[in-house]
């Protein structure tokens, strides 16, 4: 069910940003920085850097804002592109007239993003802001050994399709026709990752179609990762204006061991999603969801499909439209547990699921203002659950 436009300008503006950042948890410092030291202070010196970037290397930026003229792709091993001072809020790196689809010569289909990663082991990518982007922010090809990638304290803000994405592991440069088997792509595929310590916002729903249609967008889109860890981040306001956008953290196709933990995803579409009802095949293997907080205003807080051996436990999910349920695990789900969960909505199960000590129901007025993320107990919460606090 849709919601009326008066329903969509009551309910969508973003809450108040900085009492959701006092909320999260502060990324500590970077240590200094060390190996070869690039020192950039103009777009034109960053896209050069990027592109010419050396092995152990680091780039640093002054405080600016970077109008990109053209992507760049970031294809040597060991190297961190930072911030000088260490404040994300201080660099600002605007693809608003920016030529997204650079490929530096490199036989592969654009990622069209403002900066893209190819090949490259243990990048870091931190403490910068990637802005304006009418595709993605950091876009990695995730059948080129992208491993150990670290997306540190970035923020990325109104960026019109996905912040942060990770192609198939089995299309080879992203192509649909030339593609690795199932086992040469699980040989490749990106590991050993992590988003740690970022935000995700857009300042208003995405109202029209752009480079893809209006509904098509998230916070991030990561495919076939194993053993990667997204923590600590917040999201805000990834929608579209008529409500059917993409997650704030979608993971699918074939990924194993993603630990999601203590994550903040406020005012967008959808929340959690692990899987997707167009893939028939498996998605996630033994994901962990935990900690997290998700206050959704469209669609659903989590969504599992076709996985398999996921935890989701100690989580806060508060739907503000009841019209769809606020946890669904679809067909195709095997050996899940769902277990000390406070889901404020309701859930829908169509397979087998170890569902355990979970409060679900209505819990309106049980939480000082669960909106805009704070879930201090009211004298109502208190007689409800006792104790209990988040």
């Known amino acids: 069910m849709m919601l009326s436009e008066s329903e969509i300008s009551t309910l969508r503006a973003n809450p108040p940003l900085e009492p ?6 502060k990324a500590p410092a970077l240590a200094d920085p060390s190996g070869y030291i690039v020192r950039v202070n103009t777009a034109a010196e960053f896209v050069e850097a990027v592109d010419q970037a050396k092995d152990k290397s680091t780039i640093l930026l002054a405080d600016g804002v970077y109008k990109i003229p053209r992507s760049c792709v970031l294809q040597a091993n060991d190297v961190t592109i930072r911030s000088a001072s260490g404040q994300r809020e201080a660099v600002i790196l605007d693809g608003q007239d920016c030529d997204l689809t650079y490929t530096s010569g490199l036989d592969i289909v654009p990622l069209l993003s403002i900066l893209k990663i190819f090949g490259a082991k243990n990048a870091c990518i ?67 990752g992590q988003v740690k310590y970022c935000l995700f916002i857009n300042d208003d729903p995405k109202m029209e179609d752009g480079i893809d249609h209006i509904n098509y967008l998230a916070g991030m889109d990561l495919m076939g990762i194993k053993d990667w860890t997204i923590s600590d981040n917040l999201f805000i306001g990834i929608r579209s204006r008529v409500n059917q956008g993409n997650a704030g953290i979608f993971i699918w196709q074939d990924c194993e061991r993603v630990l999601i933990e203590r994550n903040i995803v406020i005012n967008c ?25 998700i206050v959704s205003h469209a669609l659903k807080a989590m969504e599992f499909c076709n996985t398999s051996n996921c935890q989701a436990y100690n989580n806060i999910v508060y739907a503000t439209n009841t019209n769809f349920p606020s946890v669904r695990f679809l067909d195709g789900a095997t050996g899940d547990h769902l277990h000390h969960n406070l889901i404020h909505g309701t859930l829908k199960m169509e397979s087998p699921v170890d569902n355990q000590d979970n409060f679900i129901g209505d819990f309106s007025d049980c939480f000082v203002n669960p909106e805009y993320g704070d879930f201090m107990l009211t004298e109502k919460g208190h007689e409800t659950f006792g104790d209990w606090t988040c």
């Open 269 to 293: 579409d959808q929340g959690i999603n692990l899987g997707n009802f167009g893939h028939r095949k498996l998605n996630v293997d033994q994901g962990i969801v935990r900690d997290n907080i």
């Open 20 to 25: 959701l950042l006092q909320a999260m948890k």
């Open 126 to 192: 931190a403490d910068i802001t990637f802005k304006n982007s009418d595709k993605y922010g950091i876009a990695f090809y995730g059948d080129s050994e992208v491993w150990g990638l670290n997306i540190y304290n970035v923020k990325f803000h109104n960026i019109w399709v996905r912040g942060l994405k990770g192609s198939n592991q089995n299309r080879i440069g992203d192509s649909f026709t030339n593609t690795h088997s199932p086992e040469k792509g699980r040989a490749v595929r990106p590991k050993d």
